[in-house]
């Protein structure tokens, strides 16, 4: 009895002298999926490895849990494109860090999920000896600064998942706003009105105003109406946050949400806003209609409980569907029409394909000059005669033909339309 007794003295002293020698000589450091720097980590881990596999060596020892993510574009032509990225799985990792050895623990609670994505709560604790805590804002830096490298010169599309925005797919180089052919003087006002808003916060905080703006930007298929707000994103170094009255599931409640909640430096684009709510009814192509109410959706927009510091646009082909109480002052602050190409904007695009630094014909820039008159000539009579053509079929045109062949077979693509 007392050898059994010692024992179990001796097995409680180990134990308890084990926890509190951990305590003393280890830290740890716990990260929720909750937290951003959650998907910074495990994306830092994974570059890691794919050094590690370039330099024939090995990334973690010890370790057989790995993860995919898979990243799914889905375009609206019906391709698709898939990303698959490796990082490290639920269960117990190491790796050495500055000359340090860490343990990484993942781990993931199955028996409940976040209440509105449905995601698995998740964390990652990662522990090293108490004498290298130091290491740790080093490396969630390293591992912020990748993240955002990524991001340098690029613009981030954000999608609604659950109550949540998140990055959707890689980050999409900018494009130069002067890219984008609008009618002269279109562009200008925009972005003008865009930045006044922008410089203009304690004007609007002084006289009691709501700080947010709403944008309609309307006019036929392919004017490029989102050609032109990604280009402007792009420009002010904003973000784009793509919003689907359409998506199922989605509520009043959650549209606040998101609406109130939108990262910061982003713009929130609603597009084709006359299909989501056609005559104050919101049914998709199956026949499903959503829980969205069209009072809810104003309300969002500019109602007491609705968010500030917000900037909106929308995009519609048909303006005349719209609901007037939709597009009234505070609701829409600025409506642009962006129509179909005009006899400027067709020989502005023609000289920005072929000519300049740009030029690879074989043509003098005079006799450049002359094709894009020629052609600022051929949409005149075309629009005399009431048929139009839009940007988009003329910029696909013209990555077709050579500059002598667009000139001439251009005309092939107008057809009658009528004007908005």
């Given amino acids: 009895m007392g050898l059994g007794v010692g024992l179990t003295v001796l097995r409680q002293g180990l134990v308890f002298g084990t926890i509190a020698l951990r305590r003393r000589m280890l830290v740890s450091l716990e990260i929720n999926n909750k937290d951003r720097a959650y998907d910074w980590f495990l994306a830092w881990m994974s570059h ?11 990334p973690w020892t010890r370790s057989h849990q790995l993860s995919v993510e898979t990243t799914v574009e889905q375009r609206k032509n019906g391709s698709s494109s898939a990303l698959f990225k490796l990082v490290a799985g639920p269960g117990t990792h190491y790796f050495k860090y500055c000359g340090a050895w860490m343990q990484v623990k993942r781990e993931r609670e199955t028996r409940s999920m976040q209440l509105m994505s449905g995601v698995p709560w998740e964390t990652v604790t990662l522990t090293a000896l108490s004498r290298d805590r130091s290491l740790f804002p080093q490396l969630l830096t390293e591992a912020r600064d990748l993240a955002m490298r990524g991001h340098e010169g690029k613009l981030v599309i954000h999608t609604a998942w659950g109550i949540e925005w998140k990055p959707f797919g890689l980050p999409r180089r900018k494009r ?13 006002k925009i972005e003008s009105d865009i930045v006044a808003f922008l410089e203009r916060r304690q004007w609007y905080a002084d006289r009691g105003i709501p700080y947010r703006r709403g944008y309609l930007v309307y006019g036929p298929p392919g004017s490029g109406k989102t050609s032109f707000i990604q280009a402007l994103a792009g420009s002010l170094s904003y973000d784009i946050c793509l919003l689907n009255l359409s998506e199922r599931g989605l509520t009043d409640d959650r549209l606040f949400h998101l609406l109130s909640n939108a990262p910061e430096q982003s713009i929130v684009l609603i597009e084709d806003i006359d299909a989501a709510f056609n005559k104050r009814v919101q049914t998709s192509e199956d026949g499903y209609q959503s829980s969205i109410t069209f009072s809810g959706f104003l309300n969002a927009l500019d109602g007491v409980a609705s968010g500030e510091e917000r900037i909106i646009f929308m995009t519609t082909n048909h303006l005349e569907k719209l609901d007037p109480a939709l597009i009234r002052p ?15 904007q067709a020989q502005m695009l023609f000289n920005q394909f072929y000519g300049g630094s740009l030029n690879v014909t074989g043509l003098s820039d005079d006799e450049v000059q002359t094709m894009a008159l020629r052609l600022h000539d051929i949409v005149s009579e075309e629009m005399r005669a009431g048929r139009r053509v839009s940007m988009a079929a003329l910029q696909g045109h013209f990555i077709r033909h050579e500059a002598k062949d667009a000139v001439t077979s251009c005309r092939d693509l107008f057809s009658h339309k009528p004007v908005l």
């Fill in 330 to 344: 505070g609701r829409v602050d600025l409506a642009q029409l962006i129509d179909d190409a005009s006899p400027e």
């Fill in 176 to 188: 130069p706003l002067h890219s984008v052919v609008l009618e002269p003087g279109v562009s200008k």
């Fill in 48 to 58: 890691q490895n794919q050094l590690a596999q370039q330099n024939s060596r090995v």
